[in-house]
């Protein structure tokens, strides 16, 4: 819904730019970028929980090249805390069959064709 630019920081000793995120939902994030690779490495947020609003980081590391995309293999979250870590060796893209999303053919018949 909304984006802006609010601020240049320093994080994990590197340049950052700080933005401000609105989505269509309303929620208010804030997401961080490397200034220099342009790369997302953190989001900072407040979550609606069954235990009420709990603010989170996600941090996001040592991005390497998967297929084409640039992606992190460490992701770190930090929420009450807790630190939770989450290593990736791999990504797996356009590995889903095209008819996997296909409507039912029972849906398919009550469909108006133009």
Do not use: W
Request: proline share 6%.
């Amino acid at each position: 819904k909304e984006m802006s630019v609010v601020g240049r920081e320093v994080l994990d000793k590197r340049d950052v730019y700080r933005l401000k995120v609105v989505t269509l939902r309303g929620n208010e994030q804030f997401e961080l970028f490397d200034v220099v690779s342009g790369l997302q490495v953190a989001v900072e947020a407040s979550r609606e929980t069954p235990i009420g609003i709990v603010p989170t980081v996600t941090l996001m590391k040592e991005y390497q090249p998967f297929g084409s995309m640039m992606m992190p293999t460490t992701v770190v979250q930090r929420v009450l805390g807790q630190e939770h870590v989450f290593a990736f060796s791999s990504y797996e893209f356009d590995s889903v069959p095209a008819n996997t999303f296909d409507l039912p053919p029972t849906i398919k018949a009550l469909l108006i064709k133009k």
